[in-house]
């Protein structure tokens, strides 16, 4: 059974920084998928956040400059280096793969195929 297990979310304060962590399970991180953080916050509807693919990646304007997708073959986990918190970026956040980088906005309609995701808080 495939499963993506999100970790490393916490409270912290505006400015500080965060490492989530994607670990796939029945799984294996290849190449040829790509892997996407998604987030979705109180009142509001889930939004791509990253993504990482073969070709490269990509991040909402809302996050570039400030949050790093990278993928460790090695531990089958995708992480997500997140520094200069601001209060907006407060959210649920959730990995899962699909087939292409261009198809994030797709993929956080759907309805079913989340984990338990990594409650991230930024507060002072």
């Known amino acids: 059974q495939v499963q993506f297990v999100e970790s490393g979310g916490g409270l912290v304060q505006p400015g500080g920084s965060l490492r989530l962590s994607c670990a796939a399970s029945?799984?294996?991180?290849?190449?040829?998928?790509?892997i996407g953080w998604f987030r979705r916050a109180p009142g509001k509807e889930r939004e791509g956040v990253s993504c990482i693919e073969r070709s490269g990646t990509n991040y909402a304007d809302s996050v570039k400059g400030r949050f790093t997708i990278s993928r460790d073959k090695a531990k089958n986990t995708v992480y997500l280096q997140m520094n200069s918190l601001k209060p907006e970026d407060t959210a649920v956040y959730y990995c899962?793969?699909?087939?292409?980088?261009?198809?994030?906005?797709?993929?956080?309609?759907?309805?079913?195929?989340w984990g338990q995701g990594t409650q991230v808080t930024v507060s002072s």
């Open positions: 029945g799984f294996t991180l290849e190449d040829h998928y790509a």
């Open positions: 899962v793969s699909f087939p292409f980088c261009r198809n994030m906005a797709t993929i956080s309609r759907r309805d079913t195929g």
